[in-house]
T-cell receptor, first 113, second 114 residues
């Protein structure tokens, strides 16, 4: 079983839709939870991070963590065609040597104009 | 402030050959991590270098090795290339004292092994 599971999609939504992206994890030592956006042929770009259960909002993006269920989500409101990319969840364990990021497989999102 | 840069952008090698990939860290950063991203997969941690010493390694064989130089730039070397080594290789730099989410990725080197 992978430590981090993420639905690979692809996900196709119309412009303006609310998008929900999700990851589940099995390692209870994961302490930091991040969401990255990766455009085609580019490196991942950090969107949001959190380290506690609950919601964190940044503009159109909301990150949600439920440590009891080992489940994290990223919500995108009023989605735009420019949001079309692959979204990766990533986690860091408090027990890892080095700041090793453990990624999900990524969800490919397409926002149709 | 310059970002993380990687070279070359693309590379084609033959099975059994050796390859060296390079990464220049962001200004002020002393830690470099390397990741392998196969097509359709998330990045997998290879190893991390902090102040020229290896500081954590993922589940990769010894033919994957690295170096970090006094200016904190880094190299990833892969010997005896296999077809499965075809992937996007990413490096990420950080300050070594910041939070683990403060890692900034370069654009990657796409390696194709034929």
């Amino acid at each position: 079983q992978k430590e981090v599971e993420q639905d690979p999609g692809p996900l196709s939504v119309p412009e303006g839709a609310i998008v929900s992206l999700n990851c589940t994890y099995s390692n209870s030592a994961f302490q930091y939870f991040m969401w990255y956006r990766q455009y085609s042929r580019k490196g991942p770009e950090l969107l949001m991070y959190t380290y506690s259960s609950g919601n964190k909002e940044d503009g159109r993006f909301t990150a949600q963590v439920d440590k009891s269920s080992k489940y994290i989500s990223l919500f995108i409101r009023d989605s735009q065609p420019s949001d079309s990319a692959t979204y990766l969840c990533a986690m860091v364990s408090s027990r890892s040597s080095g700041d090793k990021l453990t990624f999900g497989t990524g969800t490919r999102l397409a926002v149709r104009p | 402030e310059t970002g993380v840069t990687q070279s070359p952008t693309h590379l084609i090698k033959t099975r059994g050959q050796q390859v060296t990939l390079r990464c220049s860290s962001q200004s002020g950063h002393n830690t470099v991590s390397w990741y392998q991203q196969a097509l359709g997969q998330g990045p997998q941690f290879i190893f991390q270098y902090y102040r020229e010493e290896e500081n954590g390694r993922g589940n990769f064989p010894p033919r994957f090795s690295g170096l970090q130089f006094p200016n904190y730039s880094s190299e990833l070397n892969v010997n005896a290339l296999e077809l499965d080594d075809s992937a996007l290789y990413l490096c990420a730099s950080s300050s070594g004292q910041g939070a683990p989410y403060e890692q900034y990725f370069g654009p990657g080197t796409r390696l194709t092994v034929t």
